[in-house]
């Protein structure tokens, strides 16, 4: 089937509010303890609500379009978290870094289409 | 003492490791999903077991996040296509085209870019 439009929107939004997740995780890292308690923090919240919702939207998504499209907009989500790495959590890109994402990005395109 | 790169790069692999797994649920649970009942989710076991997967990779990947950059670790998540790719192949014994196979190899060129390519030195003062 041809890949509808609204599968391709909303696997972009997926990505994109999923690409935050693993910034919240980030900043809750210091915080994990062996506690369950210490799952309730602003940070880990709004990481898991990320993922929750990044999640809810994708499945459906699969059911209305190509992998090989969809697989694509998926990998989207490494370059915003690359890019929000950088702007939120004062890390370094450099462009062999880059050049990872951008294979890293080729290869699931491949995969889409080989799928 | 082993290096805490090193350590993270590990955490984050296994933590794909049950991430593709899950994924690999999740498929199976897309099967069930229909609109009319919302409440069904609740009883569809793919789903929910996808998504308990989901957690303990998540407390892997925290883990690890604790000593490393996101943007070293989060990229070595693509791992789990390697995983759901070889899962398919020798689990469920499915034919792997050559585009996939490529594809695979070029995720894993490019997390070694990554890997390689991160110069930071890990956050101090975090310790597990």
Not at chain 2, 6 to 31: D, E, H, M, N, P
Not at chain 2, 39 to 51: D, F, K
């Amino acid at each position: 089937m041809a890949t509808q439009v609204w599968a391709i929107g909303l696997v972009l939004l997926a990505s994109f509010i999923g690409s935050s997740g693993p910034i919240f995780l980030k900043k809750f890292s210091p915080s994990l303890t062996l506690n369950i308690k210490s799952l309730w923090n602003k940070w880990f919240i709004f990481g898991f609500i990320a993922y929750v919702l990044g999640t809810i939207l994708f499945i459906p998504a699969l059911k209305g379009g190509d992998l090989s499209v969809l697989y694509p907009l998926v990998a989207t989500t490494y370059l915003w978290v690359c890019l929000w790495s950088v702007k939120f959590l004062q890390e370094k890109m450099n462009v062999q870094k880059w050049l990872g994402v951008a294979l890293i990005f080729c290869g699931v395109a491949l995969i889409g289409l080989g799928s | 003492m082993m290096n805490k790169k090193i350590r993270s790069i590990v955490l984050v692999i296994l933590c794909t490791l049950f991430t593709s797994v899950a994924q690999v649920l999740y498929k199976k649970a897309s099967g069930y999903i229909t609109l009319d009942d919302p409440w069904a989710l609740l009883s569809n076991y793919y789903l929910l077991g996808g998504m308990a997967l989901y957690a303990v990779g998540a407390v892997l990947l925290i883990v690890a996040l604790r000593h490393g950059n996101v943007s070293l670790l989060y990229p070595i998540i693509a791992t789990s296509y390697v995983w759901v790719t070889l899962l398919s192949k020798y689990i469920f014994g499915e034919s792997i085209e050559a585009l996939r196979w490529l594809g695979v190899f070029s995720i894993i060129l490019g997390i070694s870019f990554i890997a390689f390519g991160e110069k930071e030195p890990m956050p101090l003062g975090v310790e597990a």
